[in-house]
């Protein structure tokens, strides 16, 4: 299994991004609790929204009121959905199982806002 986390890239403060996540498996993300994790610029791995499997959402606070996160069960998939993006959501995000295992982390996809 391995979990293919796209969407990052360069945007400006303000704007928005939808972060995808899918497993090479076809059936991992289906069976487990889902979180967006990140890492940013000399800090350490935070996670910042999750989803259970029966679709329960928790958000952390530097999530509330500007990201979304959801599953597409049939796509066996996992969105992060970002909005009014800041210079301190710049980071490297991945998508793990809750809670996060070492061998699912898989190469991430960077965020990066400009101010």
């Known amino acids: 299994v391995q979990l293919q986390a796209s969407g990052g890239g360069l945007v400006q403060a303000g704007g928005s991004l939808t972060l995808s996540c899918v497993d090479s498996?076809?059936?991992?993300?289906?069976?487990?609790?889902m979180g967006w994790f990140r890492r940013a610029p000399g800090k350490t791995r935070e996670l910042v929204a999750r989803?259970?499997?029966?679709?329960?959402?928790i958000l952390k606070d530097v999530a509330k009121g500007r990201f979304t996160i959801s599953r597409d069960h049939a796509k066996n998939t996992v969105y992060l959905q970002m909005n009014n993006l800041t210079a301190e959501d710049t980071g490297l995000y991945h998508c793990?199982?809750?809670?996060?295992?070492?061998?699912?982390w898989g190469p991430g996809t960077q965020v990066t806002v400009s101010s």
């Open positions: 793990n199982k809750i809670p996060p295992s070492y061998d699912y």
């Open positions: 498996g076809g059936n991992f993300i289906r069976l487990n609790d």
């Open positions: 989803i259970s499997r029966g679709d329960d959402v």
